[in-house]
C-alpha cells in the first residue's frame, strides 16, 4: 500500500514529520505527537476521518503483498 492510497494528494506532509495527523476533507484539521491529543478533533469531524503516522524520513514502510 502505498500513501497515495491513504493519504490525499496536494499536501505537504513534511512538516509533520514523526506526527499524526487528522485529515478531514483532504484537509489537516489537526496534528500532534501524541494520539490523544488529537480526540477533540476527531469527534468534530463530520465525515470519516484519515488519521496517520506522518514517518519520519528514515523510516521504510513496505507492503507484505
Do not use: H, Y
Request: charged share 25%; proline share 5%; with cysteine.
Amino acid at each position: 500500500m502505498s500513501t497515495k492510497e491513504v493519504l490525499p494528494e496536494g499536501i505537504d506532509f513534511t512538516k509533520f514529520l514523526g506526527q499524526w495527523v487528522l485529515i478531514c476533507d483532504n484537509t489537516v484539521i489537526d496534528n500532534n505527537k501524541d494520539l490523544t491529543k488529537l480526540q477533540k478533533e476527531i469527534s468534530n469531524c463530520k465525515r470519516t476521518p484519515t488519521i496517520a503516522k506522518i514517518p519520519v524520513e528514515d523510516t521504510l514502510i513496505f507492503s507484505a503483498n
